[in-house]
């Protein structure tokens, strides 16, 4: 059905052999809105597929050099509070010589429609076909969006392979924390972003517009834009790999591309955007966001957030509440987010809350503060805020023994966590949810057998302020050794040791005080198989999403069952990926790409880990992990407190 025959084998490629399922190659928006008027009443929520929202920005299609569409691979309902995608919006379309539109999967009913009809992938905007623009920006933040940015690909009617691709065809490039490891996903991407998108999305658009001037063929559009710092066009480099199948080294194979491709990183953050998209519709996060800081430097081993974004820099306590005032006019929002990886460790955080609490009162706004430290501030912080909606209060130990606790880098002792519980329960909050993960490294039976008893001493000091009414509800998730963290060197749990400590989990959290809730062993491995992987992985992607998979991070719609039959198509065994103990020498799959965090930091911080040695927050103790000499020119231009490493003066 697409350019290239990659046809999708689903009921709908049964229609296209008949004729009557081909998306033509061209679409105009006038023939994409009647054909939008005859199908949308015959799918649930047609809001998500109108566009027209408060705030959206609709520029002269015609008048305009470069035409973007920015697509977020799972449905609008959660695409549209994605705080990237709203950050380059806003960005590109403050350019008077570029827009930005946007495009989100159509759940299954919707692409059954389209299919039916003929109707390719469009923007919400001004209903360009997809194959329209100029660039396809893909936001990638997770790996389990891989097939729908596939599927997507081919509703739009553009071939699926980069290779494929001609001169005619969009440039396809994506962004997002799952970049870190962009071999999966090389076949399909023209050019990875790592890191921080902002400066370097404009980049791409410069280099664009000028290929597009000079008529440049599409490869050497490509060689330039191999040449911006922070960009990688995987065709121009090779790996090869060793007999044990491990990657022996990835190179270039054309001359002036940099050997390993270093993260783009802003000293100073830019103004947030203000002017959010308010969606037609009830979505998952209906909320306005202001970042507070990026990066963190507490420096858990499991958490690559927490490692790529490296490092901390705040925003200005005046310049949030401006963006939060300005956010909350510009759509009536009565729900503001205020983000970071941990929201406690932002320096004027009281300060902070109270002028937040100054500005908004009476004006029925709730203010949320996600991943709180594990002590009384953040107990008198969420006080202040009053976010008593859902009447629970969220805490995220990971570990229920304090051995644990040392060995992935979260210490804290059992007593201070029972202490801010009582805090909560005593003040009103009757239920507590406590994350955890389960198949940390070294984890044993007695670690998991943890998470319940400590799960019943905290039940217990609810009793002694709430009686019967206290609530304990633990969330389990299971570890995955993530590329560029401390524990990329280390196996993950098997399937059978998953399934055997939920199992315990479940069993013994029983009755009506508990609540337990997981992900399903199924989802952690298909993650760990497409976050670990390498070049190979992309054929197995292709053949999942040949053999009917998408949608990977829904729980009912994804199909083990079809990864697993690719698997065992392309004779690739998923345990290399996910159940092997690392050499400390391997070369990983993404050691090309550097968040400048060095690799043998990483591997000394994993030994130490071994020795139930912790490191405190960088911000107090630098422990030279590679981003200030890596960055230092940059610290000595931007000097100052909102960046949290220590100055460079020499
Ligand atoms: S350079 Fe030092 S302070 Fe900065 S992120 Fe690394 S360890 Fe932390």
């Known amino acids: 059905m697409t350019k290239t025959g990659d046809a999708h084998p689903t009921p709908v490629f049964l229609l296209n052999q008949t004729g009557s399922g081909i998306i033509p190659p061209m679409a105009t928006p006038e023939q994409i809105e009647a054909g939008l008027e005859r199908i949308l009443l015959k799918v649930q929520k047609p809001g998500r597929y109108v566009g027209g929202e408060l705030n959206t920005v609709i520029k002269d299609w015609d008048r305009i050099d470069t035409r973007i569409a920015l697509v977020f691979p799972d449905i609008y309902d959660i695409g549209i509070s994605n705080l990237g995608l709203q950050i380059l919006y806003d960005l590109v379309n403050q350019r008077p010589d570029a827009l930005a539109e946007r495009a989100y999967a159509p759940w299954v009913d919707m692409e059954e429609q389209m299919r039916l009809h003929a109707i390719p992938l469009y923007s919400l905007e001004t209903k360009h076909a997809l194959a ?28 699926l392979r980069s290779e494929q691709r ?16 962009p071999e999966p996903m090389h076949a399909f991407i023209d050019a990875f972003v790592v890191g921080e998108g902002e400066q370097v999305l404009l980049e791409i658009i410069e280099a664009v517009r000028s ?6 063929p599409r490869r050497e559009m490509l060689l330039r834009l191999a040449k911006i710092p922070g960009v990688y066009v995987p065709r121009f480099y090779d790996v090869s790999y060793l007999e044990d199948g491990t990657v022996a080294a990835t190179t270039p194979n054309v001359p002036g591309i940099p050997g390993v491709i270093l993260k783009r990183m802003l000293p100073q953050l830019p103004p947030p955007p203000t002017r959010f998209i308010v969606p037609n519709i009830d979505v998952v996060h209906n909320r306005v966001s202001v970042e507070v800081m990026r990066g963190c430097t507490r420096g858990c081993r499991f958490c690559q957030a927490g490692m790529i974004t490296r490092p901390v820099r705040e925003r200005s306590v005046d310049e949030i509440v401006q963006a939060a005032e300005a956010a909350v006019d510009a759509t009536g929002a009565e729900e503001l987010a205020l983000l970071s990886l941990s929201s406690s460790d932002y320096t004027d955080i009281l300060e902070l809350v109270n002028k937040i609490g100054e500005k908004f009162t009476g004006r029925h706004l709730t203010v949320s503060l996600p991943s709180l430290r594990i002590d009384s501030v953040s107990v008198d912080l969420m006080e202040k805020l009053k976010d008593r909606r859902s009447g629970g209060f969220t805490l995220a130990p990971e570990a229920a023994t304090e051995r644990m606790r040392r060995i992935i880098n979260k210490f804290i002792t059992d007593e201070q966590l029972l202490e801010t519980a009582r805090e909560i329960y005593a003040r009103g909050w009757n239920s507590l949810k406590l994350y955890f993960m389960i198949g940390h490294p070294s984890e044993t039976i007695e670690d998991v057998q943890a998470i319940v008893d400590l799960c019943k ?21 299971t570890f995955i050794p993530k590329p560029h963290t401390p524990f990329q060197w280390v196996a993950m749990d098997t399937q059978e040791q998953i399934q055997a400590k939920l199992d315990l989990l479940k069993r013994e959290l029983r009755g009506p005080a508990f609540k337990v809730s997981w992900t399903p062993p199924e989802d952690t491995l298909l993650e760990g198989w497409l976050s670990r992987g390498d ?32 698997f065992a198509s392309l004779n690739l065994d998923p345990a290399f990926y996910t159940h092997r103990t690392r050499r400390f020498d391997e070369v990983f799959p993404w050691e090309h790409i550097s968040d400048a965090v060095r690799k043998k930091y990483l591997y000394r911080d994993y030994q130490r880990s071994l020795d139930g040695g912790t490191r405190e927050d960088c911000r107090d103790d630098c422990d030279a992990c590679g981003i200030l000499p890596t960055f230092a020119a940059a610290r000595r231009e931007y000097p100052g407190i909102y960046w949290k490493c220590p100055e460079v003066r020499h």
């Open 211 to 216: 290929a597009k001037a000079q008529n440049e």
């Open 132 to 159: 329209d623009y100029d660039i396809l920006g893909f936001s990638l933040p997770y790996e389990t969006l891989y097939t729908n940015a596939l599927n997507m690909l081919d509703l739009a009617n553009i071939p």
């Open 166 to 181: 001609g001169q005619a065809d969009p440039l396809i490039i994506a962004g997002g924390h799952a970049c870190f490891n």
């Open 535 to 566: 070049r190979r992985m992309a054929e197995v992607i292709y053949t999942a999403w040949r053999n009917g998979t998408k949608f990977d991070a829904w729980q009912d719609q994804r199909q083990l069952q079809a990864w697993s039959s690719a």
């Open 457 to 477: 001493r905290v039940l217990a000091e609810g009793r002694k302020s709430l009686g019967g009414r206290a609530k304990v509800h633990a969330g389990v998730s």
